[in-house]
């Protein structure tokens, strides 16, 4: 008897420790850029079940308090549970009623803290995050990834993008981008991606944030051309290909 009490001990103990050792339903590249009256962000609506593109209607930007645009790359099911941890935090930061509010610098430092405490508990949150925002005439962008790595830039971007999108961003960014200036930028870095990534969908959202508030545009479809001649036979002069 004590010893299948004991076994069952066990096994209890090991069933409620659970992990997230893998993905299930993840979003690809999110790009964001700063432009002359704040932030400028992109990313599609593509939920991806491995390798199958089953979701074509996820939201994977939302704004966070008055000041502050979030969005994230990876599990969706994890961005929700963040979406949680923020709205918990917007909630007791309004509670003061101090007449103060949480900027973008402090939203972007306390995810820097979840993410990288999620990791040293080996149970990290699957998601890249790119947080922007605006508060007292200040521009702020920033990311983290899952481990809490983070920095600050001009321009960010995750996943495929960081590859694809950040060498178009170094050459054509500049400081006085316009309104319309960015978002053709960011739609020439989102055509790359759904020409390369195979996760990509074309069907995205751009949302904006300024001092005015946040703005996030209805889906939309790119035009896109798909009669290149190496589109034709890509794997033409590929050794060990088919």
Same mark, same amino acid.
């Given at each position: 008897?004590d010893s299948k009490m004991q076994q069952h001990g066990l096994l209890g103990s090991e069933s409620?420790?659970?992990?997230?050792?893998?993905?299930?339903?993840?979003?690809? &590249?999110?790009?964001?850029?700063?432009?002359?009256? =704040?932030?400028?962000?992109?990313?599609? #609506?593509?939920?991806?079940?491995?390798?199958?593109?089953?979701?074509?209607?996820?939201?994977? #930007?939302?704004?966070?308090?008055?000041?502050?645009?979030?969005?994230? &790359?990876?599990?969706?099911?994890?961005?929700?549970?963040?979406?949680?941890?923020?709205?918990?935090?917007?909630?007791?930061?309004?509670?003061?009623?101090?007449?103060?509010?949480?900027?973008?610098?402090?939203?972007?430092?306390?995810?820097?803290?979840? #993410?990288?405490?999620?990791?040293?508990?080996?149970?990290?949150?699957?998601?890249?995050?790119?947080?922007? =925002?605006v508060k007292n005439g200040q521009k702020y962008l920033g990311m983290v990834s899952m481990i809490?790595?983070?920095?600050?830039?001009?321009?960010?971007?995750?996943?495929? =993008?960081?590859?694809?999108?950040?060498?178009?961003?170094?050459?054509?960014?500049?400081?006085?981008?316009?309104?319309?200036? *960015?978002?053709?930028?960011?739609?020439?870095?989102?055509?790359?991606?759904?020409?390369?990534?195979? &996760?990509?969908?074309?069907?995205?959202?751009?949302?904006?944030?300024?001092?005015?508030?946040?703005?996030?545009?209805?889906?939309?479809?790119?035009?896109?051309?798909?009669?290149?001649?190496?589109?034709?036979?890509?794997?033409? *002069?590929?050794?060990?290909?088919?």
């Open positions: 008897m409620d420790s659970q992990r997230t050792l893998y993905p299930y339903v993840t979003g690809t &590249s999110v790009v964001a850029l700063k432009y002359k009256d =704040g932030i400028l962000m992109a990313a599609d #609506m593509g939920g991806s079940y491995g390798s199958t593109l089953r979701y074509k209607t996820v939201e994977r #930007m939302k704004a966070i308090g008055k000041h502050s645009l979030l969005g994230a &790359s990876g599990e969706i099911s994890d961005f929700q549970e963040i979406l949680r941890y923020l709205d918990e935090l917007i909630l007791y930061d309004n509670m003061w009623d101090d007449g103060n509010s949480l900027g973008p610098k402090e939203v972007h430092n306390y995810l820097t803290r979840v #993410m990288y405490n999620r990791r040293n508990k080996f149970n990290p949150l699957w998601n890249s995050l790119v947080l922007g =925002g809490g790595v983070n920095f600050e830039d001009n321009h960010v971007a995750t996943g495929f =993008g960081n590859h694809l999108a950040r060498p178009i961003l170094r050459d054509e960014w500049h400081e006085n981008l316009s309104f319309e200036d *960015g978002v053709k930028l960011l739609e020439k870095c989102m055509r790359v991606l759904l020409y390369r990534d195979r &996760s990509a969908v074309n069907k995205l959202q751009i949302a904006k944030i300024t001092e005015e508030g946040v703005t996030i545009s209805p889906p939309y479809s790119l035009k896109t051309f798909w009669g290149f001649s190496a589109f034709h036979n890509p794997t033409v *002069g590929a050794e060990g290909s088919w």
